[in-house]
């Protein structure tokens, strides 16, 4: 079940970077033009767009949050938004893959 996948790669994802503070999240991420916090929230994005998609509703911009810290907690409301969605299985495949991958270059 690709539920079970994505819980599992939020789970690491979360152990790897929730303890992280501001300077960690503003650090310049490898082959890009932004911070680790940019990326971040860009896959977040990503989720609220599926989300939306999957809802059959328009997508909106996701605010960002004056603190990078906070993108841990909102890329949890997203991917709970996401998961209650129901999404095609595709969906939640590649929103794990996003995670897992971006976790890699972090």
């Known amino acids: 079940m690709r539920t079970a996948t994505l819980d599992q790669a939020l789970e690491r994802f979360i152990r790897q970077v929730g303890h992280w503070e501001a300077p960690r999240w503003a650090a310049h991420l490898d082959g890009t033009d932004g911070s680790r916090g940019d990326a971040l929230h860009a896959l977040v994005a990503w989720i609220a767009d599926a989300a939306a998609d ?53």
Request: charged residues 25%; aromatic residues 2%; without cysteine.
């Open 54 to 106: 999957a809802e059959g509703e328009p997508h909106r911009a996701v605010p960002r949050l004056p603190h990078d810290p906070a993108l841990v907690d909102q890329l949890r409301v997203v991917i709970a938004d996401l998961r209650a969605a129901n999404p095609a299985e595709a969906v939640l495949a590649e929103a794990a893959d996003r995670l897992s991958t971006l976790r890699q270059v972090f």
